[in-house]
Protein backbone atom coordinates (compact mmCIF):
# COMPACT_ATOMS: atom_id res chain seq x y z
CA UNK A 1 0.00 0.00 0.00
CA UNK A 2 0.97 3.10 -1.14
CA UNK A 3 1.96 5.95 2.17
CA UNK A 4 2.75 9.07 2.68
CA UNK A 5 3.98 10.50 5.43
CA UNK A 6 4.88 14.14 6.62
CA UNK A 7 6.93 15.39 9.02
CA UNK A 8 8.15 18.91 10.24
CA UNK A 9 5.33 20.93 11.26
CA UNK A 10 4.99 22.88 14.16
CA UNK A 11 4.75 25.78 16.14
CA UNK A 12 6.56 28.96 14.85
CA UNK A 13 6.45 32.32 15.50
CA UNK A 14 6.32 35.43 12.65
CA UNK A 15 9.36 35.74 10.42
CA UNK A 16 10.56 32.14 11.31
CA UNK A 17 11.32 29.18 9.27
CA UNK A 18 10.62 25.39 8.99
CA UNK A 19 11.32 21.97 6.79
CA UNK A 20 8.46 19.89 5.91
CA UNK A 21 9.38 16.82 4.69
CA UNK A 22 7.06 14.02 2.76
CA UNK A 23 8.38 10.21 2.67
CA UNK A 24 7.09 7.94 0.07
CA UNK A 25 6.88 4.08 0.32
CA UNK A 26 6.25 1.87 -2.39
CA UNK A 27 6.17 4.05 -5.38
CA UNK A 28 9.18 6.78 -6.84
CA UNK A 29 8.86 9.98 -6.21
CA UNK A 30 10.47 10.49 -9.18
CA UNK A 31 8.13 9.49 -12.14
CA UNK A 32 5.24 11.27 -9.89
CA UNK A 33 4.18 15.16 -10.27
CA UNK A 34 4.47 15.87 -6.53
CA UNK A 35 2.98 18.49 -4.61
CA UNK A 36 2.25 20.72 -1.54
CA UNK A 37 -1.00 21.33 -0.64
CA UNK A 38 -2.86 22.98 2.39
CA UNK A 39 -6.09 23.46 4.33
CA UNK A 40 -6.69 26.31 6.65
CA UNK A 41 -9.76 26.46 8.85
CA UNK A 42 -12.84 27.83 7.13
CA UNK A 43 -10.94 27.62 3.91
CA UNK A 44 -10.27 25.53 0.76
CA UNK A 45 -7.53 23.29 0.05
CA UNK A 46 -5.47 25.52 -1.98
CA UNK A 47 -1.76 24.46 -3.93
CA UNK A 48 1.14 25.59 -2.17
CA UNK A 49 3.82 24.36 -4.65
CA UNK A 50 4.47 21.30 -7.38
CA UNK A 51 7.48 19.70 -8.64
CA UNK A 52 6.84 17.68 -11.81
CA UNK A 53 8.54 14.81 -13.10
CA UNK A 54 10.97 16.73 -14.92
CA UNK A 55 12.10 19.05 -11.87
CA UNK A 56 9.94 22.17 -12.71
CA UNK A 57 8.44 24.03 -9.68
CA UNK A 58 5.64 25.55 -9.39
CA UNK A 59 3.79 27.78 -6.50
CA UNK A 60 0.76 29.49 -5.21
CA UNK A 61 1.39 33.25 -5.67
CA UNK A 62 0.96 33.60 -1.81
CA UNK A 63 4.26 32.17 -1.41
CA UNK A 64 6.14 32.88 -3.95
CA UNK A 65 10.02 33.82 -3.15
CA UNK A 66 9.60 32.60 0.54
CA UNK A 67 8.88 28.92 -0.04
CA UNK A 68 11.14 26.21 -1.88
CA UNK A 69 9.91 22.68 -3.03
CA UNK A 70 12.54 20.33 -3.82
CA UNK A 71 13.14 16.22 -4.08
CA UNK A 72 15.79 13.88 -2.70
CA UNK A 73 15.58 11.07 -5.62
CA UNK A 74 17.87 8.81 -2.99
CA UNK A 75 15.86 9.51 -0.05
CA UNK A 76 12.69 9.37 -1.94
CA UNK A 77 11.83 12.19 0.04
CA UNK A 78 10.28 15.87 -1.23
CA UNK A 79 10.53 18.98 0.98
CA UNK A 80 9.29 22.18 1.25
CA UNK A 81 11.53 24.99 3.21
CA UNK A 82 9.52 27.84 4.33
CA UNK A 83 10.68 31.08 5.37
CA UNK A 84 9.42 34.59 6.19
CA UNK A 85 6.53 32.59 7.79
CA UNK A 86 3.37 34.42 8.67
CA UNK A 87 -0.08 34.03 10.32
CA UNK A 88 -1.39 33.32 6.55
CA UNK A 89 0.57 30.68 6.26
CA UNK A 90 -0.96 28.77 9.62
CA UNK A 91 -2.86 25.38 7.54
CA UNK A 92 -2.55 21.70 7.74
CA UNK A 93 -0.02 20.83 5.11
CA UNK A 94 -0.52 17.63 2.57
CA UNK A 95 1.95 16.67 -0.05
CA UNK A 96 0.41 14.63 -2.81
CA UNK A 97 1.57 12.20 -5.57
CA UNK A 98 -0.25 11.89 -8.52
CA UNK A 99 0.33 9.93 -12.61
CA UNK A 100 -1.75 9.17 -15.17
CA UNK A 101 -5.29 8.02 -12.60
CA UNK A 102 -3.45 7.60 -9.37
CA UNK A 103 -3.30 9.32 -6.65
CA UNK A 104 -2.29 9.53 -3.40
CA UNK A 105 -2.25 11.98 -0.33
CA UNK A 106 -0.40 12.24 3.17
CA UNK A 107 -2.58 12.69 6.56
CA UNK A 108 -1.13 16.09 6.84
CA UNK A 109 0.85 17.96 9.41
CA UNK A 110 0.50 21.16 10.60
CA UNK A 111 1.70 24.06 10.63
CA UNK A 112 0.80 27.02 13.45
CA UNK A 113 2.80 30.40 12.62
CA UNK A 114 1.83 32.81 15.88
CA UNK A 115 3.58 34.74 18.44
Known amino acids: QVQLEESGGGLVQPGGSLRLSCAAS????????MGWYRQAPGKQREMVAV???????NYGDSVKGRFTISRDKDKNTMYLQMNSLNSDDTAVYYC?????????WGQGTQVTVSS
Open 51 to 57: ITISGST
Open 26 to 33: RIIFSTYR
Open 96 to 104: RAIRFNSEY
